[in-house]
Structures are given as structure tokens and as C-alpha cells.
């Protein structure tokens, strides 16, 4: 039985869906003003490695994953850029897409951008007026009157005694208290805005999540998930938004992925020590950046270096060096399982009792290396086959091995074209059978100079960059 870690107990509850057979969950996404970074790209994996286990289980799966189209970042991005907001959203919204799809990150069920959805984020303002829950301010801003709200601060484990102004709450003389959030921002010149009962003006951050989700998945869904850093006072937001429009719970399970961290401090655009998914995908193939990813528990804090990603390139490497010396003839192929032995294979068993003790993904990697190991030992395809159906599930294994261990490990290692490579493999082999053995470990040097391995084995030789 699937267990999830639920940020809002603080504690692993066994999960147990709204509809038999269905889940819906929401995930904040990205703010559509920069590239994403690695932080960004964490959030993207460990989400998407949800969606595939829930489908393994053979849920139904409706995952909505938002896209913030403005707000103060994208405004003064457009301000420096001289550029209209629209032009700017939709070229980072673009390369967004690139990335996740570099990534091996399944699209979304549905993908809403907030300028979509300004007269829902309207509707639900208007309630919570009328509830007497928001207020208008003097300047023509609405807000969220908290300590109207009972429950504030449940998510975060915050009480509103203990929450200073300055240190998390920005300081506005418009608002009641301090811990008051923006609903509605009145128009300023040369900002967008729409139509609304209180004037012009466009959405405050929060109230995007609370009426989009609603629109997709009803006033109660399964799972909502988003970046740690989200917990407070964005998610604490959202629960006094949606709860204080319909007086009930709005989510029955919360997750929340650990930072990204570099030098022990949390990487971010405002620290400016954050890598851009595409500077990493660089220098690293894609599916090492997210074998990277998985390899961590998601609540867990990930730290970044070139020593940790050559670390994980260098460990993926072994596994496909496995699909490649074993890989299964046509016939075995064919002989194979259609589908994975869940209840009588014991790695299928480990790895299923990790993946559903709160996505446990370390432990499931953990199994692909043990059935690696057996594979090794037995020269069995079968656990070559079961290997690669179980890395699939994590995204992973999902190349040619040829293709994966023949890709360079840097673009600039490029002195040695494979139809080189293969030629001087051919002479070596040859001299070998010449019995020239001087020239023979001369070719495998040069190769070897160059960044090319090669590794004799029954089946002839292979190679593989470096």
C-alpha cells in the first residue's frame, strides 16, 4: 500500500484517493521570466517520477501543473528588457517545455497560465470579501485579512504571534496587519492589468493556485506538491484562500521536494548561485541529470557539484554497460514478460515496497544495481529485461547502450569521430591477430589519450567515452 509523507500531519499516511481508481494533484510550476534552473528541474523530476509510479499502480492520473505568467518578477523583466510581457512569458514558457522534454518529463494533464483565469481569480475574491475574510485597502488593493482566518499557519507550523514583519511578510502601510497578502494589485501606468469590481488591476501571486485548481480538479483533490520553499507563505496561503471560500479542506495530501543547494545554501535566482538546466545539459546528457535527481530521497536536501553529477554519470554508466554485455538476443527478447511479475519476482517486490513507501526512489535504484550485479554474475537477459522495464519506471535505461556509452561525456571531447574510432578498433584488432602486440597497446593508448575506453569481451570489442 502506497504511503505518502503528508506536509500538513507531518507524518506518512496511507493513500487513499478521493475517487476509487483516480487522482488528482496539482503542482505549482514555474514563473516564466528566466531559464529554469536545477531547482526548477527538481521539481519537474521528482513530480513526474509520481505520475509514473501512480500510473504503475494503474491509477488515473490528472496532473494540472500551473504556469505564473505574471507578477512583479515578469513586470520588471519587461521593464529591462523593453519588451511586452506576452512576448517575454511565451519565449521562456518555450524553452521551459525544452527543458522538461530534455529532461524525459511527461506532460502535464493540463498546463493553465494565470492570464487565463483572471475572472476566476476575480469570482473567488469577491467571496472572500463577502465572507469577510478580504478587504479593500484604501489604494484600491485587496487583501486577505489572516487573523480573520482561523486555521492560518497549519501548513507551515507558524503561528501568527510568532511571524515578525520584515523577516518573511514585505511591510505595506495599506494593510491592516503585516501578515495580510495581496488578493487584487491596483493598476500602476505601463503594467498590465484587466477589469475588475475594484478597478483595474491584476492578481497577487497566491490566488492563481487556489482558482486554478479548483477549475480542474473540483473544490477538494488528492495531492498538491510544489518546492519546499513553497511551504510558507505561498501554500499557507492558498489553504486560507480555498478553505476560506468553501469552509473545508481543499487537499488531502501535501508534498513538498527539498532544495537544491549549493555550498550549503539553497539555490536561487536572488542568491545568483543557481545553474541553468540548459548550462547543465551542457555538460551532462540529460538522463544523468536526472538519474542526479531520483538518486536522492525528494525530501531530502540535494547538493550540487561536478563531483556529484560525475559521481552519477559515472554510476548510470554501469548500468548500461550491463544492458549492453547482456543484452538479450531477438529470441529472448521475445520470450520475455509482456509486464513486470509484481507479486513473485523479489526485486520487482523491493523495488514496489520502496517506490510505495513515500517514492523511496534511492531504494529503487538501489534494486536496478543489485539486478545489475546478478545480471553480471548469471549472464541471465532476464534480469536485463527487468532492469530496463524497472529503470523505465524511474525514466531511466531508456536509450540504446550503444548510443549512451558512445555519447561524449563533454561536446568539446570530439577529437576521434566514431568511424575513426571504429577503424582504429578494426586495426587493433588485427594487429592483435598479427600478433603485433606493441602496435596493438599503442592503438588502445592513443584511444585511451583521447578519452576512449575500450573493453574486450567475448562478444568482440566494445568502447565507450570517457
Not at 505518502?4 to 487513499?16: A, Q, V
Not at 501554500?235 to 487537499?251: F, K, L, M, T, W
Request: proline content about 4%; overall charge negative.
Amino acid at each position: 500500500m502506497l504511503k505518502i509523507y503528508d506536509t500538513l500531519t507531518r507524518s506518512r499516511r496511507e493513500f487513499i484517493p478521493l475517487t476509487p481508481g483516480k487522482v488528482k494533484m496539482y503542482v505549482c510550476g514555474m514563473t516564466v521570466y528566466d531559464h529554469c534552473h536545477l531547482g526548477h528541474a527538481r521539481v519537474l523530476v521528482v513530480f513526474d517520477s509520481v505520475v509514473r509510479w501512480l500510473q504503475t499502480l494503474d491509477y488515473k492520473v490528472t496532473y494540472v501543473r500551473n504556469i505564473t505568467d505574471i507578477d512583479d518578477k515578469i513586470i520588471r523583466r519587461t521593464l529591462e528588457n523593453h519588451e511586452p510581457f506576452g512576448a517575454l512569458t511565451a519565449r521562456y514558457i518555450q524553452a521551459m517545455e525544452e527543458d522538461a522534454a530534455a529532461l524525459g518529463v511527461i506532460s502535464p494533464s493540463f498546463e493553465p497560465r494565470a492570464t487565463e483565469y483572471i475572472g476566476s481569480m476575480v469570482t473567488m475574491i469577491e467571496s472572500l470579501l463577502g465572507k469577510g475574510l478580504a478587504y479593500v485597502a484604501n489604494n484600491g488593493d485587496v487583501f486577505y485579512d489572516v487573523r480573520r482566518f482561523p486555521g492560518y499557519g497549519k501548513l507551515s507550523g507558524k503561528s501568527l504571534d510568532d511571524l515578525r514583519a520584515g523577516e518573511r511578510v514585505e511591510i505595506d502601510t495599506n494593510k491592516r496587519d503585516p501578515l495580510d497578502f495581496v488578493l487584487w494589485k491596483a493598476a500602476k501606468a505601463d503594467e498590465p492589468s484587466w477589469n475588475s469590481p475594484w478597478g483595474k488591476g491584476r492578481p497577487g501571486w497566491h490566488i492563481e493556485c487556489s482558482a486554478m485548481s479548483e477549475h480542474y480538479l473540483g473544490e477538494q483533490f488528492d495531492i498538491h506538491g510544489g518546492g519546499q520553499d513553497l511551504q510558507f507563505p505561498h501554500h499557507e496561503n492558498e489553504i486560507a484562500q480555498s478553505e476560506g471560500v468553501h469552509g473545508h479542506s481543499h487537499v488531502n495530501y501535501w508534498m513538498h521536494n527539498g532544495f537544491v543547494r549549493v555550498d550549503n545554501e539553497k539555490m536561487s535566482k536572488s542568491l545568483g548561485n543557481f545553474f541553468t538546466v540548459r548550462e547543465v545539459l551542457a555538460r551532462y546528457q540529460s538522463e544523468v541529470v536526472r538519474f542526479f535527481i531520483v538518486r536522492a530521497h525528494y525530501r531530502s536536501p540535494l547538493n550540487y557539484s561536478d563531483a556529484h553529477l560525475n559521481d552519477a554519470r559515472n554510476a548510470l554508466e554501469r548500468l548500461y554497460t550491463v544492458l549492453r554485455n547482456h543484452a538479450p538476443s531477438q529470441a529472448q527478447a521475445e520470450e520475455a514478460p509482456a509486464t513486470i511479475d509484481w507479486e513473485n519476482n523479489v526485486y520487482a517486490q523491493r523495488f514496489m515496497a520502496a517506490m510505495n513507501d513515500d517514492f523511496n526512489t534511492p531504494e529503487a535504484v538501489a534494486v536496478l544495481f543489485d539486478l545489475a550485479s546478478e545480471a553480471n554474475r548469471t549472464g541471465d537477459s532476464h534480469y536485463v529485461s527487468l532492469l530496463k522495464a524497472l529503470g523505465g519506471i524511474l525514466g531511466l535505461l531508456q536509450q540504446s547502450p550503444r548510443q549512451y556509452l558512445q555519447h561524449p561525456a563533454y561536446p568539446q571531447d570530439d577529437r576521434h569521430s566514431t568511424e575513426e574510432i571504429e577503424r582504429m578498433i578494426q586495426q587493433r584488432l588485427q594487429a592483435r591477430k598479427e600478433k603485433n602486440f606493441t602496435q596493438a597497446d599503442a592503438l588502445r593508448q592513443q584511444l585511451a589519450e583521447a578519452g576512449i575506453i575500450l573493453e574486450d569481451g567475448p562478444q568482440g570489442t566494445t568502447w565507450r567515452r570517457q
